[in-house]
């Protein structure tokens, strides 16, 4: 079992930056690829960046290429740098762990494990 806690939300002005990060516990094979979604009212979740391992795989939606940045520690847990940040950005975040992969992946069925959210709130 993974268990996953996202912290780091907040309100921000556009321009801004925000680092959202996900602490994780359980077994070290289920969080080897991990990844942070989005979803605001009324839209579909979102993929917004995955990771595999350190880094070796990532992958980023086209909407936030240049401006965030998924990273991962030694210890599994992965951060979302978020920089630049635009109105269109706000939306609750949400940390997913995927398993063994071999790349990174913004499908949500490839994650079986998923964390309760951080609200991110861009204001123009």
């Known amino acids: 079992q993974v268990q996953l806690v996202e912290s780091g939300g907040g309100s921000v002005q556009a321009g801004g930056s925000l680092r959202l990060s996900c602490l994780a516990s359980?077994?070290?094979?289920?969080?080897?690829?991990m990844g942070w979604f989005r979803q605001a009212p009324g839209k579909e979740r979102e993929g917004v960046a995955s990771?595999?391992?350190?880094?070796?795989?990532t992958l980023y939606a086209d909407s936030v290429k240049g401006r965030f940045t998924i990273s991962k520690d030694n210890a599994k847990n992965v951060y979302l740098q978020m920089n630049s940040l635009k109105p269109e950005d706000t939306a609750m975040y949400y940390c997913a762990a995927c398993g063994l992969r071999w790349q990174a992946s913004l499908i949500s069925g490839s994650y079986n494990y998923w964390g309760q959210g951080t609200q991110v709130t861009v204001s123009s």
């Open positions: 359980g077994s070290g094979s289920s969080t080897e690829c």
């Open positions: 990771i595999v391992g350190s880094g070796r795989s």
